[in-house]
Structure formats: C-alpha cells, structure tokens
C-alpha cells in the first residue's frame, strides 16, 4: 500500500454491517463449528474447502485464456508471462491445498460475533508465566496465513531460542472481507471502523481488559488508532508504518523529510495505479478478479514481488505454496472483490485530523525505501516512541523474516508486562 492510502486507511470511522459469513453464502466453502459455549459469541471453526470448488478451480486452470505478451517483458509491464505460466502450473500440480489446509487446521480459529458481524479470527494461548495479549493485524494483498510461522515465535518463545516470560496470547483476525470473515454487505468498512470492532473482540468477546497491537500496511493503520483511540486498554504499539502527521504539524519540514516524501510522490506516480482503481472503481476490477484465477494471481504476485525484500526475485523469499496459500485463501472466499473495496470506501470518508499517538510506541520499519520515513516524521505523530529499522525483510515481513520480527516485538513490549 502507498503511503497517501496508509494515511487514509487509518483515518476513516464509519459503522458497517457485514454479510453472511462466506461458507454459509459460498459452495466453495463448508464450514464446521460448534455451537456457542456459555452465551459467547464465539465459536470454533474449521476451513474446509469442497470438492466442487477444488474441481472447478482446476478446469479454470486448465482452460486458461492467456494474453499475450511482447518479447523479454519480464516483469516490466507487470507480472512475468513466464513466471506466471510456472505459477500457474503448480498450482495444478503439485501444489496441494488439502495439505495446506490441514497445517492450517492446527491453529485454533474461531468465528467471533461482533455487532453482528462474523470475524474469523486465530486465537493461540502463550506458553509462559503470564502471557500477555497481543492482537496482530494483517493487510492487503495478504491474509492471516502470513502470520503462520511468526505465531510460535510469540506464543512459546522458549522452545525457539528465546525467554518463556516474553510469552504472548496471539489474536490474529482476518479483516472484514478478507479470508473467512464476513464480506461486508453495506458501505462503511474503514481501518477505523475494523479499530471499534477490534476492541469489542477483544474486550467484551475475549475479554482482555489490557493488550498490545502489532500491525503492517492496512494493520498499521488499525494498531496506530488502536493506540491512539484506547490508551485505557491498549498498553502499547508495534507498527511497520507512521501515520501522515495533520496539517498544522507539518511545518518547517527537514531536509531529510523533504527528501522522503519526494521519494513517495514518485513511487506513487510509478507502482500506484492498482490503488488509485481500488479506490476509484473496485467493482469493475472484481469482475475480472473474481472470476479468473490467473488474473487473481498475476494482480496478488506482482505485489508481493515488488513490495518484498527479494532482489526481483520473488521465490528467493516466498516458496510456490505460501504465495498459492495466501491466494488460494483470497480465491475459494471469494473475497478479492470485498477487500479492495476498503479502498474505495476509506477514500469516500476523509477524517479530521488525528491527535498525537500517546501510549508507547515501537516503529519499526522494513527495507522498503518508500516505507523509510525519518525519525524526525515519526515524531509528528508519536509523543513516547522508538525508532528501528530491520536489517532485512519487506512489506510481507512476518512471513520474510519472522523470527526477526519477533525478536523485535518481544523486546519492544517487555517493559509493558
């Protein structure tokens, strides 16, 4: 995501109903819970992925359409050609989203009602003295499958190097829209109207009272207001994005930040146009997405190419099955069209501007230059904050350099325990 949408999907707060959770509405999905425990809103759940979905996404496979390409385009015009004829011929074979599915399976999921929407969410106790609640928060164009291999980082730090009392009870749900949450059914659905159902989920449905946040790309935006709306609950931050500070502290600009944000003027005129149609014209663009599974994926890979810290070289970070999981998640819910909304909807609603972000704050940033801001930009919006930058590892960081990230985040919150 560009730094100007980061901005906005932060700042937008409109109620919103959600629709019918996706494996109710979708054949593609077959969903299994229990009934509800004691009156909570809250149920277990399982993905399970039909057989007809399996099937009708193998002949879409095999009955692709290709577009043609000029000679050594590379990933010039956007995705490869020739990477994408690989991609796609794995995901036919031997990629196995039955084997995926059962890893996936392991992790506790749940189905939270809040305000009468469906959220699926990720709930692993710490293994530790006290294990101290942390919400983790994903964005766009991933899933809460990125968090896989950071999750027992966190929650059992001593079986992986590291000190059992920096344990973490892990929340990670998957926004509105995305994944197995419901798709939203009415305008509205902003990163700040996702920070109110955040705090519901976890004060009245979990029922922590104090908890820390974690988040990137549209994840940042929630955790910032997270810190920003709920100093009584919310103990502290950990972000991989600063906030655009409002006008009237935006005065006598750095040398340094001059450089930077003309830095993100020209990454917007050269990688932004995805965003300016998903904030323009997001139905239009979900016909085709929605409907063609190579389309779906040659519009999620190049993002993940680009953003990533591989030297061009996608596959040096991310193996053929975690990009097809994480696109494959996107595809049987149906729900590219639902997520790139929230773009549309967060640029109809502009928000006054944002008071400073008073509870701690850790910011750490990954190697993506457009992401660099310096510490002297931070602090228009960060009243007790510390800076880092990773040494490696890009946008899709808990997924790159997942045991990095944790490090970070348990020292980050340590002194908040």
């Keep these: 995501m560009d730094r100007r949408t980061f901005l906005a999907m ?17 054949p593609a999905l077959n969903v299994k819970f229990n009934p509800r425990r004691g009156g909570m809103s809250v149920r277990p759940f399982t993905i399970s992925i039909s057989d007809a979905a399996l099937a009708d996404l193998g002949l879409r496979l095999q009955h692709t359409r290709w577009t043609d390409a000029v000679e050594g385009a590379d990933w010039t015009y956007g995705s490869d050609p020739a990477f994408m004829h690989q991609l796609i011929n794995y995901w036919r074979a031997p990629f ?26 990720l709930h692993v106790r710490g293994r530790g003295p006290k294990p101290l609640p942390l919400i983790i928060t994903h964005g766009w164009p991933s899933s809460f499958v990125e968090f896989e291999k950071i999750i027992p980082l966190l929650t059992d730090p001593a079986a992986h190097g590291g000190n059992a009392n920096d344990s973490f009870d892990v929340i990670a749900p998957s926004l509105p829209g995305f994944g197995f949450s419901a798709h939203p059914a009415r305008s509205g659905t902003s990163s700040a ?53 409002p006008a009237e502290r935006s005065h006598n600009l750095t040398a340094a930040e001059q450089t930077w944000l003309a830095l993100v003027d020209t990454w917007q005129a050269k990688e932004g146009a995805y965003e300016h149609e998903q904030r ?15 389309g779906l994926a040659a519009w999620i890979v190049e ?21 097809l999981t994480n696109i494959s998640v996107y595809w049987f819910t149906q729900t590219i069209g639902s997520s790139v909304r929230m773009y ?5 609603a502009p928000e006054s501007p944002a008071a400073m972000i008073e509870v701690p704050a850790r910011i750490y940033l990954t190697r993506e230059a457009v992401n660099i801001c310096p510490p002297e930009y931070a602090a228009r919006s ?11 590892g890009g946008h899709f960081m ?3 350099e997942p045991a990095l990230l944790a490090q970070d985040i348990r020292e980050a919150f340590r002194p908040l325990r």
């Design 96 to 121: 196995n989203w039955r084997a995926e599915e059962s890893r996936i399976n392991r992790l506790p999921q749940f189905i939270g009602t809040v305000d009468g929407r469906d959220i699926h969410f």
């Design 280 to 294: 323009t014209r997001p139905q239009t663009l979900a016909y085709g997405l929605n409907d063609s599974p190579v």
């Design 193 to 245: 109207a996702v920070t109110t159902l955040w705090m519901r989920l976890m004060t009245e449905v979990l029922g922590y009272r104090r908890f820390v946040a974690h988040g990137g790309d549209i994840g940042a935006g929630i955790t910032n207001r997270l810190g920003r709306k709920y100093p009584d609950h919310v103990a502290g931050i950990h972000t991989m994005a600063v906030p655009d500070p």
């Design 303 to 323: 993002k993940w190419r680009a953003w990533s810290d591989c030297g061009g070289d996608v596959l040096s970070r991310f193996s053929m099955d975690t990009l």
């Design 344 to 348: 549309y909807e967060t640029a109809q």
């Design 10 to 26: 932060g700042a937008i707060g409109l109620n919103c109903g959600l629709g019918p959770l996706p494996g109710v509405a979708s």
């Design 382 to 392: 960060y009243a007790n904050f510390s800076y880092g930058l990773a040494p490696r």
């Design 398 to 400: 808990a997924a790159e």
